[in-house]
């Protein structure tokens, strides 16, 4: 009689093979997908709007449609280029966009005029029309509004954070602008808007000292968003086509970075309920 343990009561349930213990950053990622789409389900079968035993307005308020804005007080740091190619990856997730450009230079208009895509509008707004066009859109079950905003101090980007789920403030890391980020978070804090930082246009060498440094500053500042984006010409090509980053080049390293990008920015989102 065999006495020893057989290879189907070992725990991994295979003769010989170690079970490796370590979380793989691709498991949370998966199972923030599936928790997402649990609450797409619910969303669009509105069970649980005449359920009492769960709080109804908090679940309604997870499940609204989301406003991101771009916004900072140093022009030139990537509002409209993260905001165009940043839409197109969520739209590519399965999200439906929106986009709303509040800047008088109007780029992100020129984008959507030469993308002519029917899934993506891509309007410019009044600051007093701004609530009602977030209204219209969510009626017309858009899941996701992202607004392009001028410098922070005008009334248009005001008005534009005070009314966002979530401000994404994009900076170099350069000196000149971690200082400037750092007075917008300031602003941020007395506004008492939620925001995070998100590096762009970083170098290759992600471990350089000026890296460090930029990331060190800027935590002392506020919440920095995981991935830092890098400078690539991609984002010039795709954005002069109408296009994200994420169609030029699918497989290449900043079409990833641009979907880990919105993969956490949704991350955000998941655990904050929507203002309205
Ligand atoms: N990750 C990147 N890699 C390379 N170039 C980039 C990147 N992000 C932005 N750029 C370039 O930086 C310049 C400024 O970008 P963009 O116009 O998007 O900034 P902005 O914050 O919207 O500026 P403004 O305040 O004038 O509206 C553009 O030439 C753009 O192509
Ligand atoms: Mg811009």
């Known amino acids: 009689m065999r006495t020893g343990k057989r290879p189907e009561d070992?725990?991994?349930?295979?003769?010989?093979?170690?079970?490796?213990?370590?979380?793989?950053?691709?498991?949370?990622l998966k199972l923030i997908f599936i928790l997402s789409q649990i609450m797409r389900f619910f969303r669009y079968y509105k069970i649980l709007k005449n359920e009492s035993f769960l709080n109804i307005s908090y679940i309604n308020k997870i499940l609204?449609?989301?406003?991101?804005?771009?916004?900072?007080?140093?022009?030139?740091?990537?509002?409209?280029?993260?905001?165009?190619?940043?839409?197109?990856?969520?739209?590519?997730?399965?999200e439906s966009v929106a986009i709303f450009d509040l800047d008088p230079k109007s780029c992100a208009i020129r984008w959507g005029s030469k993308r002519k895509d029917r899934n993506l509008e891509v309007r410019r707004i009044a600051i007093a029309r701004l609530s009602p066009a977030l209204q219209a859109a969510a009626k017309r079950n858009v899941t996701l509004s992202i607004i392009d905003t001028p410098a922070l101090e005008s009334p248009a980007a005001v008005a534009a954070?005070?009314?966002?789920?979530?401000?994404?403030?994009?900076?170099?890391?350069?000196?000149?602008?971690?200082?400037?980020?750092?007075?917008?978070?300031?602003?941020?804090?007395?506004?008492?808007?939620?925001?995070?930082?998100?590096?762009?246009?970083?170098?290759?060498?992600?471990q350089s000292r000026r890296m460090r440094a930029s990331i060190a500053e800027l935590e002392a500042a506020g919440p920095l968003l995981v991935p830092q984006i890098g400078m690539?010409?991609?984002?010039?090509?795709?954005?002069?086509?109408?296009?994200?980053?994420t169609e030029i080049d699918p497989k290449g390293g900043t079409a990833q970075e641009m979907r880990s990008l919105w993969l956490a920015i949704k991350d955000w989102l998941l655990f904050t309920p929507a203002r309205n």
């Open 10 to 28: 070992r725990a991994d349930g295979r003769s010989g093979v170690k079970v490796k213990n370590t979380l793989r950053p691709r498991a949370s």
């Open 64 to 94: 609204s449609m989301r406003v991101i804005v771009f916004a900072t007080h140093k022009g030139g740091c990537g509002k409209t280029t993260l905001a165009t190619c940043l839409a197109v990856a969520a739209q590519e997730a399965g």
């Open 161 to 206: 954070v005070t009314r966002a789920d979530l401000t994404i403030v994009p900076v170099k890391p350069s000196a000149l602008d971690i200082w400037a980020a750092v007075v917008t978070g300031r602003r941020m804090n007395v506004l008492g808007e939620k925001f995070v930082f998100l590096l762009n246009q970083c170098p290759k060498q992600r």
């Open 232 to 245: 690539s010409q991609r984002f010039l090509e795709a954005v002069a086509q109408g296009k994200g980053v």
